[in-house]
């Protein structure tokens, strides 16, 4: 099975509204952690990584945060935005190998204006 | 400068049947990997292309398989199409095999 995956595949908002989305990881070998946008119709885009020697990292209008020890990690939208409706996935890589991330299921943001 | 780009944008085949997919990589860069992602799934990785070899692969039979050229463009291939087989198909390319993937808007596959 996938050993990446997501607690919600829907999350509904309101525009304004902070969103956060959780991701569970079981590979306690994977050292870096992205989370992707994907819109439709559109491959994924990266948004923001994380080493597993941080717990927390900001980005513009994202945070994410990485608790190594309950192998979990979520992605904090501020303000959320009409134009941040999209799935989101997380991706982790093993360490010391090549950049190959492995993707989980997906979490789709829905914004309400 | 233009990014990933692949083609076709939509095709439709019938099982037994062979694809080819073509992957430009965004300038600058020499790595590219394919992703297989069905409706509602993340993507799966297929294979992972450097200096004109396949250097890591995932979990995909013979039947799928690639190219890369000197211009480090490349192309996938699927051979004997199973229904199973419809997805959209990604491209990513990077500077390196370390570096950041940047995704092309992929291919959408439909078997029938």
């Known amino acids: 099975g996938e050993s990446v995956g997501l607690h919600l595949p829907t999350l509904s908002v309101q525009e304004g509204d902070n969103s956060i989305i959780n991701c569970a990881y079981s590979n306690s070998a994977s050292d870096y952690f992205i989370w992707y946008k994907q819109e439709s119709g559109k491959g994924p885009q990266f948004i923001i990584d994380i080493r597993s020697n941080m717990d927390k990292r900001q980005g513009q209008r994202v945070t994410v945060l990485l608790n190594k020890t309950v192998k979990h990690l979520s992605l904090q939208i501020a303000a959320t935005q009409p134009g941040d409706s999209a799935v989101y996935f997380c991706a982790e890589n093993i360490a010391g190998g090549s950049y190959i991330p492995t993707f989980g299921r997906g979490t789709s943001l829905i914004v309400h204006p | 400068d233009a990014g990933v780009t692949q083609s076709p944008t939509h095709l439709i085949k019938t099982r037994g049947q062979q694809v080819t997919l073509r992957c430009s990589p965004k300038s600058g860069h020499d790595t590219v990997s394919w992703y297989q992602q069905a409706l509602g799934q993340g993507p799966q990785f297929i294979f992972q292309y450097y200096e004109e070899e396949e250097r890591q692969r995932g979990n995909f039979p013979d039947r799928f398989s690639g190219h890369q050229y000197p211009n480090y463009s490349s192309e996938l291939n699927v051979n004997a199409l199973l229904l199973g087989d419809s997805a959209l198909y990604l491209c990513?390319?990077?500077?390196?095999?370390?570096?950041?993937?940047?995704f092309g808007p992929g291919t959408r596959l439909t078997v029938t």
């Open positions: 990513a390319s990077s500077p390196d095999r370390g570096g950041e993937q940047y």
